[in-house]
């Protein structure tokens, strides 16, 4: 056995073995070790909890975006189904219109059935339309002109003063489907 002497810091000598030293050697080093691994072991904490505040605005965010799509999703529908019919009914609506023109013939005769009869197919029609979201924009002979409701085809004449900028007549009736109007009333404008 080999003994060696060491200086402590108050300048005293001691004698050690080699053993002994080896010992302490490998003791300062365990110690380093574990200070080391507590380090790691913190960061490592540190590093999931930071992961997972990640992964938590993450879900937040996405969850957030989920939530709009389903919204947006669902008032598209809505809207969807209150315009599904909107082109088989603007298809149909120039049939509505031979259909008032033909009644307007058919009332100057003298054929109390016939008008009868024709005016109850009309208003089936009419009322199944209706049933179907569709209303008449209401535009008459001597209303204040509006872009917003009508379209203007021509201005003639105002047949009286106070018909100037007003409806003079109106051309073709004008139809809305819930909200919208799917065809403006063509009107005459007098100047």
Do not use: C, H, W
């Not at 540190?46 to 996405?62: G, M, N, V």
């Not at 603007?90 to 109390?112: Q, Y």
């Amino acid at each position: 056995m080999k003994f060696k002497i060491f200086k402590n810091k108050a300048g005293m000598t001691t004698e050690n073995t080699e053993n002994q030293q080896e010992l302490d050697d490998a003791t300062i080093e365990a110690n380093a070790n574990a200070e080391q691994l507590v380090v790691e072991e913190i960061s490592v904490e540190d590093k999931l909890a930071a992961d997972l505040e990640k992964e938590k605005d993450k879900f937040l965010r996405l969850f957030a975006e989920f939530e709009n799509y389903k919204r947006r999703t669902a008032k598209e529908r809505i809207e969807l189904f209150k315009t599904a019919n909107q082109e088989v009914l603007l298809a149909i609506l120039p049939v509505v219109d031979d259909f008032d023109r033909a009644l307007a013939e058919i009332r100057k005769s003298d054929d109390d059935a016939l008008v009868k009869g024709v005016e109850l197919i009309f208003e089936k029609l009419k009322n199944t339309l209706n049933s179907k979201g569709l209303e008449e924009v209401e535009v008459r002979t001597g209303d204040a002109f509006n872009a917003d409701f009508a379209e203007a085809i021509t201005q003639i004449p105002a047949p009286s003063p106070e018909l100037k900028g007003k409806v003079v007549d109106v051309l073709e009736k004008g139809y809305k489907l819930g909200d919208k109007i799917i065809r403006y009333p063509k009107v005459v404008i007098g100047e």
